[in-house]
């Protein structure tokens, strides 16, 4: 390991092996130290060839070092990684940002591992079209699906885990004007467990969600056409 031969508190380095004449070229980058917290250290490794991109961490203690994180992805998903407090407790998580090569809707994607006191959690957490909201450790986003039947939601962070706080998405039962649902579930549904509250507008703290033009990107006609489908 170069951390390891490093024999340094911390350690930084990007290099590329390999060709790019004979496609063959891996970049690298390596950081070692307390990149998560101060109460343990970690070694992180990110490697991309043309074709796919490896994120992979170990933890590291007296008897050297264990791999608790190993993702592969689709280099062509245009993977960005980034080491941040995502939960606003003062500890910093990974971030890993990516968008899949396939698929109907918008998605973007972030995989999160958030840190524990004693390490970070090997336990992934995958968010479609989030928007972060930091200082109300909360996140409000647009489900994966088409205008008319994608959901705006917010979760809102409880110490490593995040609660749902609510769906809203478009009324199939109003086919006279553009109005909207609060729920406690993700789609429309006409479940008698489910808890809803009718909306006239979508509420202001959704203004500033990324994608939000892509959930309103639905007229009345679509509302009638997708409330018949239900119905049937």
Same mark, same amino acid.
């Given at each position: 390991?170069?951390?390891?031969?490093?024999?340094?508190?911390?350690?930084?380095?990007?290099?590329?092996?390999?060709?790019?004449?004979?496609?063959?070229?891996?970049?690298?980058?390596?950081?070692?130290?307390?990149?998560?917290?101060?109460?343990?250290?970690?070694?992180?490794?990110?490697?991309?060839?043309?074709?796919?991109?490896?994120?992979?961490?170990?933890?590291?203690?007296?008897?050297?070092?264990?791999?608790?994180?190993?993702?592969?992805?689709?280099?062509?998903?245009?993977?960005?990684?980034?080491?941040?407090?995502?939960?606003?407790?003062?500890?910093?998580?990974?971030?890993?940002?990516?968008?899949?090569?396939?698929?109907?809707?918008?998605?973007?994607?972030?995989?999160?591992?958030?840190?524990?006191?004693?390490?970070?959690?090997?336990?992934?957490?995958?968010?479609?079209?989030?928007?972060?909201?930091?200082?109300?450790?909360?996140?409000?986003?647009?489900?994966?699906?088409?205008?008319?039947?994608?959901?705006?939601?917010?979760? @809102?962070?409880?110490?490593?885990? &995040?609660?749902?706080?609510?769906?809203?998405?478009? !009324? +199939?039962? =109003?086919?006279?004007? /553009? $109005?909207?649902?609060?729920?406690?579930?993700?789609?429309?549904?006409?479940?008698?467990?489910?808890?809803?509250?009718?909306?006239?507008?979508?509420? @202001?703290?959704?203004?500033?969600? &990324?994608?939000?033009?892509?959930?309103?990107?639905? !007229? +009345?006609? =679509?509302?009638?056409? /997708? $409330?018949?489908?239900?119905?049937?």
């Amino acid at each position: 390991m170069l951390a390891k031969t490093a024999g340094k508190e911390s350690f930084r380095k990007k290099f590329s092996t390999g060709s790019e004449y004979l496609n063959n070229k891996v970049d690298v980058e390596v950081k070692f130290g307390h990149l998560f917290s101060q109460n343990y250290k970690n070694l992180f490794i990110a490697s991309s060839s043309k074709l796919y991109t490896k994120i992979t961490i170990y933890s590291v203690n007296a008897l050297g070092f264990k791999k608790l994180i190993d993702q592969i992805l689709m280099t062509d998903a245009y993977p960005i990684w980034s080491i941040k407090d995502v939960n606003n407790d003062g500890l910093k998580d990974l971030s890993i940002n990516w968008y899949p090569l396939s698929g109907c809707c918008m998605r973007n994607i972030f995989d999160l591992y958030i840190s524990k006191v004693d390490e970070i959690s090997t336990t992934k957490i995958e968010l479609v079209n989030p928007t972060f909201f930091s200082n109300e450790k909360a996140i409000r986003g647009v489900t994966y699906d088409h205008p008319g039947l994608a959901s705006l939601y917010k979760f @809102k962070w409880n110490k490593l885990n &995040l609660d749902t706080i609510e769906y809203i998405y478009p !009324n +199939l039962s =109003d086919t006279i004007q /553009i $109005s909207f649902v609060r729920s406690n579930e993700s789609h429309y549904s006409q479940s008698k467990k489910k808890r809803s509250e009718n909306l006239k507008s979508i509420p @202001k703290e959704y203004n500033s969600v &990324l994608g939000l033009d892509y959930f309103k990107s639905y !007229n +009345l006609e =679509d509302i009638k056409i /997708i $409330s018949k489908n239900y119905n049937k």
